[in-house]
T-cell receptor, first 116, second 115 residues
């Protein structure tokens, strides 16, 4: 069965310091993986996607994620946090046959706080 | 701006009532997905329509129904509302019949409060 686990429900960093949001997935075949960001009172916006091309994926706003098959991980990073990065981040695995979950399996989200 | 429009932005209603949420997908997108987001359940897939036809159903309650019209906009109808139905309801669209390998574009949601 496919699943995705976001290891931290809340991460707090200081402005200008690196960001690491952790995600592990479980999939019976090569997955497609996405990261979405949700700012308060907004919809989800696609940050980046991995679809079996390069393992290091660059997204918008300076974020990137590395697909590591051996570790079944797809962690999201950013070298230097900005105040505007404060939001909730969702790791998503895309599956061919999702059943009642649909094709996209969402993690429970990680809330990122950025301190001045 | 994702190009997906949801109305209304906020809805406050009483238990037992019925409401309709509306979604206009991005221009050219044929698929519309509905999701429910609540604090305790997270993001839950409700239903997916492609070009007017129902493609997949999630854990959608029998009190809820949806449809996609010939102009591709979609409506989610929630009836006999309960306090537990209070949530943020998202619509998302994509050009393809399946969201496998294909990211979705989300609207800003309708916040439903049932009192």
């Amino acid at each position: 069965a496919q699943s995705v686990t976001q290891l931290d429900s809340h991460v707090s960093v200081s402005e200008g310091t690196p960001v690491l949001l952790r995600c592990n997935y479980s999939s019976s075949y090569s997955p497609s993986l996405f990261w979405y960001v949700q700012h308060p009172n907004k919809g989800l916006q696609l940050l980046l996607k991995y679809t079996s091309a390069a393992t290091l994926v660059k997204g918008i706003n300076g974020f990137e994620a590395e697909f590591k098959k051996s570790e079944t991980s797809f962690h999201l990073t950013k070298p230097s946090a900005h105040m505007s990065d404060a939001a909730e981040y969702f790791c998503v695995v895309s599956v061919r046959y999702g059943g009642s979950q649909g094709n996209l399996i969402f993690g429970k989200g990680t809330k990122l706080s950025v301190k001045p | 701006d994702s190009g997906v429009t949801q109305t209304p932005k906020h809805l406050i209603t009483a238990t037992g009532q019925r409401v309709t949420l509306r979604c206009s997908p991005r221009s050219g997108d044929l698929s519309v997905y509905w999701y429910q987001q609540s604090l305790d359940q997270g993001l839950q897939f409700l239903i997916h329509y492609y070009n007017g036809e129902e493609r997949a159903k999630g854990n959608i309650l029998e009190r809820f129904s949806a449809q996609q019209f010939p102009d591709l906009h979609s409506e989610l109808n929630l009836s006999s509302l309960e306090l537990g139905d209070s949530a943020l309801y998202f619509c998302a669209s994509s050009p393809r019949a399946s969201s496998y390998n294909s990211p979705l574009h989300f609207g800003n949601g309708t916040r439903l409060t049932v009192t």
